[in-house]
């Protein structure tokens, strides 16, 4: 079975500031990782996605996680945040092979303060 | 555009009764997932259907059932509400999963 932890349930910072939103996980078989972003009463959107190969992966937003095996850890990260990037941010795993379902942490409020 | 579309958007049920939430997934998209998100939490996997075959279940009771159909839509049918199924209902389709999965915005289902 899959687990994943979101060590931050809130992180408040300041505008154009950067940001790292940590995600741990646990697993015994190897795994496909993903971060979603969900706006107040909307769904889940998807901001990147590793599967294989490297391991710094970018995504929309200018959002990009590294996935650290030996860690187990799959932090997301931006430079510089705006005030539209206030949110809640999912990590989520799922076993490889096929379409599995989605394991998803607790998930981070990110909050942006002006 | 997300293409998937969850109908309704909001729903209020009494405890006891029956609910059916509907999904439309986009075309192609022969795997078809709902996931339950309580206030203040991550989503939770009920179950997947793979072209109209159940093929994976999360822990919740029988009364948490669901059907696909073969125009890429589902439904999620709750019967015997009970107070603490009030959550947000998320459908989530794929055509493999290096493409990960499409969302929907969701029905948030009220029970009282």
């Known amino acids: 079975a899959q687990s994943v932890t979101q060590l931050d349930s809130q992180v408040p910072v300041f505008e154009e500031a950067p940001v790292e939103l940590r995600c741990n996980y646990s697993?015994?078989?190897?795994?496909?990782l993903f971060w979603y972003v969900q706006y107040p009463n909307q769904g889940l959107q998807l901001l990147l996605k590793?599967?294989?190969?490297?391991?710094l992966v970018k995504g929309i937003n200018g959002f990009e996680a590294e996935f650290n095996k030996s860690q187990t850890s799959f932090h997301l990260r931006k430079p510089s945040v705006h005030i539209s990037d206030t949110a809640e941010y999912f990590c989520?795993?799922?076993?490889?092979?096929?379409?599995?379902?989605?394991?998803f942490g607790q998930g981070t409020r990110l909050t942006i303060n002006p | 555009e997300t293409g998937v579309t969850q109908s309704p958007t909001h729903l209020i049920k009494t405890r006891g009764q029956q609910v059916t939430l509907r999904c439309s997934s986009q075309?192609?998209?022969?795997?078809v997932s709902w996931y339950q998100q309580a206030l203040g939490q991550g989503p939770q996997f009920i179950f997947q259907?793979?072209?109209?075959?159940?093929?994976g279940r999360g822990n919740f009771p029988p009364r948490f059932s669901g059907l696909q159909f073969p125009n890429y839509s589902s439904e999620l049918n709750v019967n015997a509400l009970e107070l603490d199924d009030s959550a947000l209902y998320l459908c989530?389709?794929?055509?493999?999963?290096?493409?990960?999965?499409?969302f929907g915005s969701g029905t948030r289902l009220t029970v009282v």
């Open positions: 989530a389709s794929t055509i493999g999963l290096g493409d990960g999965y499409t």
């Open positions: 697993s015994s078989v190897s795994v496909y």
């Open positions: 590793y599967l294989s190969g490297s391991t």
């Open positions: 989520a795993v799922t076993r490889r092979g096929g379409a599995q379902k989605l394991v």
């Open positions: 075309s192609g998209h022969n795997t």
């Open positions: 259907y793979y072209r109209e075959e159940e093929n």
